[in-house]
């Protein structure tokens, strides 16, 4: 296989060639950035490069391989980080003007662990300001397009990292999901992507938007990879208070079990109506596979997700409201230069430094925060939070994972909702519920719409039932044999 093929392929081909000393992680990243330097000026998944850190990294890989060492699973694999995750030394902007000239002062917990595993960074992944957005139309710097159709948006708010592994311009990535941002973006790029529970994986580094929902996950090619990368990223860390304290199981030891007497639960809500008519087929035909494969199906309803959208808008407004605060001109990038006295100078940096969508969520959640609307807004969603995560409850009693489309429709074009917060609001009606519950979710590809646009299915299961999400996602994965190649990963 030649490198350029290679690329394009999982960790596993690509770690096969680095130990047989077919190629060299030096070549294999070497490769990555020239397919970087061929497509990104199209694409747009790079805030910034990190070429430095990933050479060094391939080299001491070489190194090992050289000298006859193990090396770690992903070591020398190229994997692109969400721009709001820490890389010492390296900017991180979460996409926002005002951030834009901020060098991380440390390492993410999730960055140290890919530094001890010796996994290239190839850079700085675009993603939507702050990470609020379903399309990346929100980035201060630069949309990102789709590398299956590049007139459609890769979905959001981890876009850029989803296009980058989509394009050839990384192997694997990390996002952050808050509602739905690994997920959708997997789901509209035909990859797998994975929100892990909440607390699987330490919050430490990266830029809070909703510190009680955000959680750091994969986006891969396959479903082996996301099990490989979850392996690498979590586990209990004292400088993340609401880190899980357990010990991670190996996620990749489930994956081939078989599907016998396993019972997937369908979401009526989800499963019956407002899904473009080529979702409702793949679906369907997903629903058959798992009945093939021995899975027993069973209905489930959860007639909570009609309020879960609105649920979700005043909790992570509210909790963006506050962890947006500390960026006032004095502690973190951008000020103003025009400024009068200090309450000018806040007032002036925030309104130049901040995006439109950024401004409309603190407003949102300040207001939903304040005396008087607290007891209506506020902790009404945090009382149907609860019911959400109740109704979960009871499913999983009858359910080992849940099923339904990711996002009722595939990819839309770039530019046909930004002027309509509520219609990309909806796109997350499937994604939000989870975050939510802090269960694990995944998207994987189940096919192609008549367009050629990539179709998700979401899985869902109980907390830390990663294992069982993944097999099941597995077992699907190697009926549906889905070609993740793109157009853009041949632009070389
Ligand atoms: N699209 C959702 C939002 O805009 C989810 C974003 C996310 O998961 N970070 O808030």
Redesign the pocket.
Known sequence: MNIKELITKSSKEQREALINKEVSALELTNAVYEQVEAVDGTIGAYNSLTKEYAIETAKKVDEKIKNGEKIAPLAGIPLALKDNINLKSYPTTASSKILKNFISPYDATVTTKLKNNLIPVIGKANL?EF????SNENSAFKIVRNPWNLNKVPG??SGGSAAAVSAGEATIALG??????IR?PACYCGLVGLKPTYGRVSRYGLIA?ASSLDQIGPITRTVEDAALLLNVISGVDEKDSTSLNQTPPDFTKDLKNDLKGVKVGYIKELCSEGMSPDVENAVKKSIETYKSLGAEIIEISLPLIKYSIAVYYVI?TAEASSNLARFDGVKYGYRTNSAENLYDMYVKTRAEGFGDEVKRRIMLGTYALSSGYYDAYYKKAQQLRRLVKQDFDNAFKKVDVLLSPTCPHTAFDIGSKVEDPLSMYLT?IATITANLAGIPALSIPVGLDKSGMPIGLQLQADCLNECKLLNVAFKLEEVVQFNYSTPSMTLV
């Not at 990470?131 to 379903?134: E, H, I, L, P, V």
């Not at 952050?176 to 941002?181: F, K, M, W």
């Open positions: 939507d990470a609020m957005g379903s959001g708010s952050s999901d808050t509602g739905g941002s959708l938007f992570a997350d």
